[in-house]
């Protein structure tokens, strides 16, 4: 994929968004790729979490205006829908997703992070939606990730200002979970990654479902998918591995993920 390469650390696959000259702008090519990407992750039964983060100083900056500047409403509504179908596959994962964010995550940038479950930022990150600065909206899940995350009236000063904040700000938020010097980012990341992975992945991947689908529905229908999660798990080998041992009090644990 040549905009979007896929490297492999034990059980995370690495995905990063490789444009560096563009600042990593996404245009239709860079979609395209990493949509191809994000099916790989999803079939290598080798990879149980991921981490999406950007080539050089940029997370992903925007969509491409050069690309964009010349868009029909046709288009415009094309465009939308593709890069809106790529972040809702990479939000639908069964695999966790977490976002590696080491400069510039504006525009579409900011909402290809918030597609994924956890955010983590350098100290050199910037956020932001500044679409309506220059008439547009935002495009990609802007307009119902941000209200989602931050609260609807912080998403609207955010989108509606075009105010572009730093990662302090953004944590402060709660658009992002930490921010790390910039050579602690990936290192960080990759501790978490492999914490989550170090757990039964079947739990994980219901857990990131339950979680997922509840954010879209009322509580009674959301304890259901949860009360159906749990007997899934509890029918699991990796049930009576990690449940053996605790009783056994060995720190140890030998899951199968079946």
């Known amino acids: 994929m040549g905009f979007v390469k896929l490297e492999k650390q034990g059980h ?49 900056a925007g969509a491409d205006i050069g690309e964009m500047k010349e868009f029909s409403a046709i288009d415009g509504k094309r465009f939308g829908v593709h890069g809106g179908n790529v972040f809702l596959k990479l939000e639908n994962m069964s695999k966790p997703v977490i976002a590696a964010v080491n400069g510039f995550a504006l525009g579409g940038g900011c909402e290809l992070s918030m597609a994924c479950d956890i955010r983590l930022a350098s100290e050199k990150a910037k956020f932001g939606q500044p679409e309506t600065g220059l008439g547009i909206t935002p495009g990609f899940g802007g307009t119902q990730r941000l209200p989602r995350i931050v ?26 979970s930490y921010v790390y010097p910039p050579e602690e980012l990936m ?21 990131k479902r339950c979680i997922r689908m509840g954010m879209q529905t009322d509580i009674q229908t959301g304890s259901a998918f949860e009360a159906e999660a749990f007997g899934v798990t509890c029918g699991t080998e990796d049930k009576d591995e990690g449940m053996g041992a605790f009783l056994e009090k060995r720190a140890e644990k030998n899951f199968k993920n079946r």
């Open 187 to 207: 290192p960080k990341a990759l501790e978490m990654a492999n914490a989550i992975a170090a757990n039964a992945q079947i739990a994980v991947c219901e857990s």
């Open 151 to 176: 609260g609807v009236a912080k998403a609207m000063e955010l989108i509606l200002t075009a105010k572009v904040i730093n990662a302090a700000e953004a944590e402060r938020i709660g658009l992002v």
């Open 12 to 60: 995370v696959g690495i995905m990063t968004i490789s444009r560096p000259e563009a600042l990593n702008a996404l245009n239709s090519a860079v979609l395209t790729d990493l949509d191809a990407v994000i099916d790989q992750v999803e079939a290598d039964e080798e990879i149980y979490v991921a981490i999406l983060t950007g080539d050089g100083r940029s997370f992903v």
